[in-house]
C-alpha cells in the first residue's frame, strides 16, 4: 500500500502561482507512474500532468507550459508547480500512482489517491 497526502492548495488571483506537494509514504515501487488529476464541481475528474520512473512527463493541453511536474525522491514528494493559473483551473487537486510505467489516461485506473487539496484563481 502506499498512502499520498497533498498540500500547498490556496487561493490566488488568475495570473499567480502555486506549488502542490503531495508526499508518499509506504510501500515503493521500482516502476510507477505517477500524477496530478483534478475535479472541479460538476465536472469529470481530469488528468492534468504525470511523471513515470523513467523520467517521462506528460501535460494536459490546457496547462502545458504553465505547469510543471517534478519529483524529488530523496523526500518521496512529489511536485506541481503552477504559473499563470486562471480562473478555469479552479478545482480539487489529487494526486495518485498506479504500478507500471505506462501512465493510464483514465482517472479510475490509478491505484493510489490522496484526498485532493483545493485550489481556488480568482479574476
Known amino acids: 500500500q502506499t498512502q499520498l497526502v497533498e498540500s500547498g492548495g490556496g487561493s490566488v488571483q488568475s495570473g499567480g502561482s502555486l506549488r502542490l506537494s503531495c508526499a508518499a509514504s509506504?510501500?515503493?515501487?521500482?516502476?510507477?507512474?505517477i500524477g496530478w488529476f483534478r475535479q472541479a464541481p460538476g465536472k469529470e475528474r481530469e488528468r492534468v500532468a504525470t511523471a513515470n520512473s523513467d523520467g517521462s512527463t506528460s501535460y494536459a493541453d490546457s496547462v502545458k507550459g504553465r505547469f510543471t511536474i517534478s519529483e524529488d525522491n530523496a523526500k518521496n514528494t512529489m511536485y506541481l508547480l503552477m504559473n499563470s493559473l486562471k480562473p478555469e483551473d479552479t478545482a480539487r487537486y489529487f494526486c495518485a500512482s498506479v504500478v507500471g510505467e505506462w501512465c493510464p489516461p483514465d482517472w479510475d485506473t490509478y491505484n493510489y489517491w490522496g484526498q485532493g487539496t483545493q485550489v481556488t484563481v480568482s479574476s
Open positions: 509506504g510501500h515503493f515501487y521500482s516502476k510507477y507512474c
